[in-house]
């Protein structure tokens, strides 16, 4: 059974950096592309970037010289390493990875960028 599990939301003042994980069980991230995507309140969820099997990333352009993703193959964890955040960061952000034709989701970690 694939799980993903997201961590390392929290609170932080503008400016701030804060680093999220999404842990996976049942599949191997190392062979599968994985998306970061974020829901603010009142919003539709949007593309935050991915990593490739193959290690390439992108990212959207809101977030483009701030947000960095990357990959421990050891842990099968994912990292969004996010810096420089301001309060239009704030949201509840999510890992996705397709397996198999079907979508599996985290259940989220919130983000609060706040003075």
């Known amino acids: 059974q694939v799980q993903l599990v997201e961590s390392g939301g929290g609170s932080v003042q503008p400016g701030g950096s804060l680093s999220l994980s999404c842990a996976a069980s049942?599949?191997?991230?190392?062979?599968?592309?994985l998306a970061w995507y974020r829901q603010a309140p009142g919003k539709q969820r949007e593309l935050v970037g991915a990593?490739?099997?193959?290690?390439?990333?992108s990212y959207a352009d809101y977030v483009k010289g701030r947000f960095t993703i990357s990959r421990d193959n050891a842990k099968n964890t994912v990292y969004l390493q996010m810096n420089s955040l301001n309060p239009e960061d704030t949201a509840v952000y999510y890992c996705?990875?397709?397996?198999?034709?079907?979508?599996?989701w985290g259940q989220g970690t919130q983000v609060t960028v706040s003075s």
């Open positions: 996705r990875v397709n397996y198999y034709a079907r979508d599996y």
């Open positions: 049942g599949i191997t991230l190392s062979l599968r592309n």
């Open positions: 990593i490739s099997s193959g290690g390439g990333t």
